[in-house]
């Protein structure tokens, strides 16, 4: 198998709590070092990848920095970030597998963009064929990441994305990108909007040039892969 890393790092320090007397594991996810490689492309359902590993699906309108999230989380360039929105319409997955294990844990599902007006018809062409289908019927998938640009008010896209995730019953978390591009005062007034938009979703900002976010997707993503019932994994 060739994985490529991410850049080298610790993956914890133990800290005692002299107040609570309480010994506690603290990880450090943001310099964790994370081993990736590439599985598939998949542009109809017929060549998804048999259902293994659990599986978090990456969600988003074109030119929502999608690409950046994934290489950000991976700690390199795994994902292609793209100067021609919606390019990719394929699912692509990545095996991602922890320091220190022996096997990968946990597929990334990289979905193509939605929304982008030149394409969007191609693209909703592409949905009813493979991506419902995906987020529909995939035994193995654990949790849907929702990324919308917090520098823009929400779209009707995002909306229905949403709307289709909450009616699935899917495990799903709103991530609010390039949150950097904010001042305190403006992003906290732009997640207060998300929260109202969309009052059944946790939101977590993220900004793929600060590491902001970084640590809390990976303590969610690790949740729900320690989480899924292994009986999900048997295809
Ligand atoms: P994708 O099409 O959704 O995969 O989006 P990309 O990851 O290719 O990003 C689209 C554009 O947004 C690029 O110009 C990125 O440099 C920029 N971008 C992505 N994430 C961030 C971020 O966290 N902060 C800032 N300031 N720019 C970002």
Redesign the pocket.
């Known amino acids: 198998m060739i994985f490529t890393s991410g850049p080298p790092r610790t993956s914890g320090s133990l800290q005692v709590s002299a107040r609570a007397f309480t010994l506690k594991l603290e990880t450090n996810y943001h310099r964790m070092r994370v081993l990736s490689r590439f599985l598939a492309a998949a542009t109809d359902a017929a060549h998804f990848p048999a259902p293994s590993l659990p599986e978090v699906a990456f969600l988003?309108?074109?030119?929502?920095?999608?690409?950046?999230?994934i290489?950000?989380l991976v700690g390199t360039k795994l994902?292609?970030?793209?100067?021609t929105?919606?390019r990719?319409r394929s699912i692509n997955f990545f095996e991602i597998r922890w320091p220190g294990k022996p096997r990968p844990e946990v597929i990334f599902a990289d979905l193509p963009?939605y929304g982008y007006a030149k394409i969007s018809r191609e693209i909703s062409q592409d949905w009813p064929a493979f991506i419902e289908p995906y987020l529909n019927d995939r035994p193995t998938l654990a949790l849907c990441l929702a990324?919308v640009d917090v520098n823009v008010p929400p779209q009707e896209s995002d909306k229905q994305l949403l709307a289709f995730l909450d009616s699935s019953g899917r495990n799903f978390l709103l991530i609010a990108?390039?949150?950097?591009?904010l001042s305190n005062n403006q992003l906290r007034n732009a997640l207060k909007g998300l929260a109202e938009s969309y009052p059944s979703s946790t939101v977590i900002p993220?900004?793929?040039?600060?590491g902001v976010g970084r640590n809390e997707v990976w303590q969610k993503i690790r949740q729900c892969v320690a989480e899924a019932p292994a009986t999900a994994f048997q295809s």
């Open positions: 988003g309108r074109s030119n929502v920095g999608k690409s950046s999230v290489n950000s994902a292609r970030t793209s100067s929105p919606g990719t963009g990324l990108t390039k949150s950097d591009r993220f900004s793929a040039k600060t």
